[in-house]
């Protein structure tokens, strides 16, 4: 049973829901999008290759996870939005897989708020850098519309808010210095099953919610 109603009901309008479906069957997800819903995000590429191919094929794909360069041509055809480019190389691989199959291809800049130490993602500094150098301008077949973070892992409520708080300047600094006349860099993914109501609270346009819709993954 999948418990997308009472998620949903506690989401504020202009806020989008991404149900988390990875290490979930094909079975739950045909479940929730027989209640309305069409967002399902995934993290392994070969799970989200195998589900694309059996669901119903208006269901928007988003890969949220970590993200290999070379894995990028298996699910460029398709993918409606890729949330955690977490370094160049990466960004001119799905530049290149997009030119290849004719595609725009959305993204999200991931950006290391967070107190854990992360090989992935950028700092607010190597972000600002990357956006100034400028690269990502002669990549017509990229479309950076926002940045996604994942918040500190602990209770702690203010260090959260904190993170999605200095996650959300950062989003209002690169919007007025380098996206000023681009009006859909305007998405920001923060928020999972435990930390979503506050990372609506700080900004968030879209939340990634697995646990709390599908119940607990068995890894
Ligand atoms: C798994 C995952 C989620 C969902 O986590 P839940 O706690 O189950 O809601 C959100 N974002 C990312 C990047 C994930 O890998």
């Given at each position: 049973m999948v418990h997308l109603q009472e998620i949903q009901s506690t989401i504020p309008a202009g806020v989008e829901l991404v149900?988390?479906?990875?290490?979930?069957?094909a079975a739950a997800i045909r479940e929730a999008y027989a209640e309305g819903q069409r967002i399902f995000g995934e993290s392994r590429v070969q799970e989200l290759r195998e589900k694309q191919a059996e669901l119903p094929a208006d269901v928007q794909w988003h890969f949220i996870g970590h993200l290999q360069p070379n894995k990028v041509k298996y699910i460029a055809p398709f993918v409606?939005?890729?949330?955690?480019?977490?370094?160049e190389k990466l960004l001119r691989e799905i530049e290149k897989q997009g030119a290849r199959c004719g595609r725009v291809i959305d993204v999200l800049l991931e950006l290391h708020v967070a107190a854990e130490e992360s090989k992935f993602g950028f700092t607010p500094e190597a972000c600002e850098a990357f956006l100034s150098e400028g690269?990502?301008?002669?990549?017509?077949?990229?479309?950076?519309?926002g940045l996604m973070c994942m918040a500190t892992h602990t209770d702690d409520e203010t260090r959260i808010r904190a993170d999605f708080r200095l996650a959300h300047d950062c989003f209002k600094s690169y919007q007025q210095t380098f996206?000023?006349?681009?009006?859909?860099?305007c998405r920001r993914s923060w928020g999972m099953s435990d930390d979503y109501l506050i990372a609506i609270e700080e900004g968030a346009t879209l939340v990634r919610i697995g646990t709390a819709i599908f119940g607990a993954r068995s890894y």
């Open positions: 149900a988390v479906s990875k290490f979930h069957p409606s939005l890729i949330h955690a480019v977490d370094c690269g990502w301008r002669e990549m017509p077949h990229v479309r950076i519309c996206f000023a006349d681009a009006p859909y860099f």
